[in-house]
C-alpha cells in the first residue's frame, strides 16, 4: 500500500495535483464514495463525462478526494475502476462537464 501511495504520491506530482502527503490523507473510504459524473482522465484523447451509478462504486478503488479539480471551483473524487481506467467524478453532470474542460484546456494534466 505504501508503494502505492509513494508511486502515486510522484505521480500527481509530476502533474501538479496533489503533493504526496495530501494524497495520503485524502483517501476515501467505500463508505464515502458517491455517483456522480466522471471521466478518465489517464486517457484524454478518448475522455467523456458518462455517469457513475450507485452500481459502479463497488468497482471503484484506490480512491481519494480532490479539491478544486482542475481549478474547477469543484471537489471531486479520483477512483480507479479498473487498473488502466481513473475516473475524475463530480457531483454532477455539469460539474464533470467543467472539470473535463479544464482538463483539455491544461493539455490533458
Given at each position: 500500500?505504501?508503494?502505492?501511495?509513494?508511486v502515486g504520491g510522484l505521480l500527481a506530482l509530476g502533474h501538479g495535483l496533489m503533493p504526496l502527503a495530501a494524497l495520503a490523507e485524502a483517501a476515501v473510504p467505500p463508505?464515502?464514495?458517491?455517483p456522480g459524473w466522471?471521466?478518465?482522465?489517464r486517457h484524454p484523447d478518448r475522455s467523456s463525462c458518462?455517469?457513475?451509478?450507485?452500481?459502479?462504486l463497488p468497482y471503484?478503488?484506490?480512491?481519494?478526494?480532490?479539491?478544486?479539480?482542475y481549478d474547477s471551483?469543484?471537489?471531486a473524487q479520483s477512483?480507479?475502476?479498473?487498473?488502466?481506467?481513473?475516473y475524475m467524478i463530480f457531483p454532477t453532470a455539469e460539474g464533470c462537464e467543467?472539470?473535463?474542460g479544464k482538463f483539455k484546456a491544461n493539455g490533458g494534466h
Open positions: 500500500m505504501v508503494r502505492l501511495l509513494l463508505s464515502r464514495l458517491r466522471g471521466f478518465d482522465w458518462r455517469e457513475i451509478t450507485p452500481a459502479v471503484c478503488s484506490r480512491c481519494r478526494e480532490v479539491p478544486n479539480a471551483g469543484i471537489d477512483c480507479y475502476l479498473v487498473p488502466k481506467f481513473e467543467t472539470g473535463l
